[in-house]
Structure formats: structure tokens, C-alpha cells
């Protein structure tokens, strides 16, 4: 299994075996209900589909329902295919937990940031601002978005304000620092993209 | 479950500093003997550091407290984390009377104007 759906609980810190202290971010990873395999056969290539967080019937549509159902799985509210490798073997309606972590050094988190809504260049592109004192004017501002009449245009891509955050990240490589099996948790150095309570897809590394 | 996970993995850390020894207990104002363990290579030492707690921060597991001294004419302040494996015991030789909860006005005073009025409460003997 490549990986799993979890959930950004938060923040915290453990000392280590070397007495230091550690940034760790608290994930509550599965257990993933296996709720379709797919095959060469059937789709043309081997993937699992997990399913995360009980969902109340009512508040899916009934084809979803009947998925779940074939499962023989409750109704999720999350589902996230991952690729299977050859030779792997799981059969719908088992559950997948933290477990597969236990021997894994490094993983991948990827999730949707944070959203900031209509930010500025300053926070947006961690831009310089203009002078605060001395009749400053442009204390936030922009600044000069291009030169005059050559090239006569703003060129295309110029970092302006706009819309911050709410798009998916990867943070990449993060040391695993404990497998909590019972607890279903997974303790990764450093943070992850995302609020509290947010959806993350924990894998294992890819470059390492 | 899901704020009790990090309470869960707070309370654990603390509950393994604390294993074997008492709660760590000391107040602002009282001059402390911090035992601290030190590594070099594969030999492990203790060595002590004498100073005035002038404040203490965070809660649960992120608890820290900064101890200062003057070594050699220089202030010299050490911030430990209070659960700390590394904290092998503290023990409290004097307490002051003080009406601050972070002393950072000693910083600036020298010599006896930087004195703190011993406390008439007997010193707890405590050890973490």
C-alpha cells in the first residue's frame, strides 16, 4: 500500500531519544476501509480506492451508497485511490491502518493549505513594501508593475494581489517520529499544509 | 479523540520525565540547582547549574523555565525545558519574596542592588 487518508489533528512536541526537542505534527491516519480494487482485468491498471470518516446514509446519493455497499463497508465521507503495487493483495472491505508506516522513515503529506483570501504582495510574495516613514506613500503597495511604452504591456505571470492559500501542497520528506498503531495516529517532524481537522493523504516517500 | 490525542501524547511526555522521580517543584525567585545531564561521546556526566529562576513559561510538556547567573561578572541565563530527560534532578536551595511573575528586571541590576528578599516560607526540598 502506498498510502493513506488521514486527518491534521495538530501540533505539539516530543523530546527524542537524544533529549531533544522535536516539532511534530499529530496526524490521525486511518483505518482505511478498502472500498474498491481495481485490476488490469477491470480497469486497466491495479489501484485500491480507501475510504475515510463515516458518513451518515442519508447524506450520500444512493449510487455512492450501493458502492459502499458492495464493499460490504459503511458509507464514507472521503474517498482517494492509490496505486497498488504488482503483487499486492487486498480484497474490498478490509481495513488498512497506520500500520503500514511502521517501517517507513520518510513520507509525503500532501493536503489543501490554508486559505488567506485577497492578500496583498507583502504577505502574498513576501514583497519588501515601501518606506513606512519620511511621507512614505507606497507603504503595501505594489510598486511599478513594468516599465513605459516598451514593452508597453505588464509582463504576463508579474506577482500582483490575488487569491492566497486553498490550493494542494506537499510537504515532502518529513521524518516519521512515531506509528501509534492502537491510537491510529502518526506523529511526522515539522508542520503540514492545512487547517486543523483538515484532510491530508499521507504516502510514503518518493524521493527517498 | 481528536484534542485528546495531543493532551494524550502531552501527558505521556511529562508522565515519562517525571517516571521515578517527583514533580519538579519550584517557584520564580528561588535560587535552584539545575542537574543536567551531559553527553560526551559515550560517557554521560552531571554537572550543575546554580542560578535564580526568573521565569517560567508554556504548560504541559512545552513547560520551560530560565535560570540566571552571573559567572564571571557576566549574566549568563538558561533556558531548560522543565521535562527534559536531560533535567536529572532540581533541587531548590533559597526562596525570595518577589511580586513578579518573570524577573527580567534583574538583568539591568548589578552587584547587591540585584538581591531578592529570601522568602520566610521554609524551602521546600523537592527534587523532579
Known sequence: MEGL???KIG???VFDDQGRRIPVTVIEVGPCPVVQVKTTETDGYNAVQLGFEEQKPHRMTKSMLKHFEKATVKPCRITREFPLAEGEEVKAGENVTVGIFD???????SGISKGRGFSGVIRRYRFAGGQQTHGGHSKRRVGS???????????????MPGHMGSVNRKARNLTVVQVRGED?????????????NGVVIIKKALKK | MIAKAIDMINAEQVAKACEGKEAPEF?????VKVY??????????????IGTVIARDGGGNDATFTVRRITFGVGVEKVFPLYSPYIDKIEVERSARVRRAKLYYLRKLTGKKARLREAHRAPKKSSK
Not at chain 1, 491510529?184 to 486543523?196: H, Q, T, Y
Open chain 1, 103 to 109: 517501517d517507513v522513515k520518510y513520507v509525503d503529506v
Open chain 1, 5 to 7: 487518508i488521514g486527518k
Open chain 2, 36 to 49: 543536567v545531564k551531559i553527553k560526551e561521546g559515550d560517557k554521560e556526566r552531571v554537572q550543575a547549574f
Open chain 1, 145 to 159: 508593475i513594468g516599465a513605459c511604452e516598451f514593452p508597453g504591456e505588464v509582463q504576463k505571470g508579474k506577482k
Open chain 1, 184 to 196: 491510529n495516529l502518526l506523529l511526522v517532524r515539522g508542520s503540514i499544509p492545512g487547517p486543523k
Open chain 1, 11 to 13: 501540533m505539539t512536541q
Open chain 2, 27 to 31: 517557584k520564580i525567585g528561588d535560587s
